[in-house]
């Protein structure tokens, strides 16, 4: 005797609690821009040797998906 868990009904709720939730993951942090929104706090700096940098921080909505203009960078951990 085979017992099957698999319903098609269980398998149309899955996929339907994950297609209205997964843009709820996070924002969308695009480096080109200048200004973010007030929930990211931006720390600024230069190296010893020369350079700078930027390091970007959410005290609110957790970081989806980082791009600079139309390059996706790097996707959350949460979202993979």
């Known amino acids: 005797m085979i017992i099957s868990c698999w319903s098609p009904k269980v ?36 190296f010893t040797g020369g350079g700078m940098y930027r390091m970007f ?4 909505a957790r970081i989806a998906i980082v791009r600079y203009g139309d390059q996706a960078l790097g996707l959350s951990k949460y979202l993979q």
């Not at 709820?24 to 600024?44: K, R």
């Not at 921080?57 to 609110?60: D, E, F, P, T, W």
Request: hydrophobic share 45%; proline share 5%; net charge negative.
């Open 11 to 46: 398998a149309i709720c899955a996929v339907l609690v994950i297609i209205c939730l997964y843009p709820v993951g996070g924002l969308v942090l695009d480096l080109s821009h200048t200004s973010f929104p007030s929930c990211i706090d931006v720390f600024e700096g230069t």
């Open 57 to 60: 921080h959410s005290n609110g």
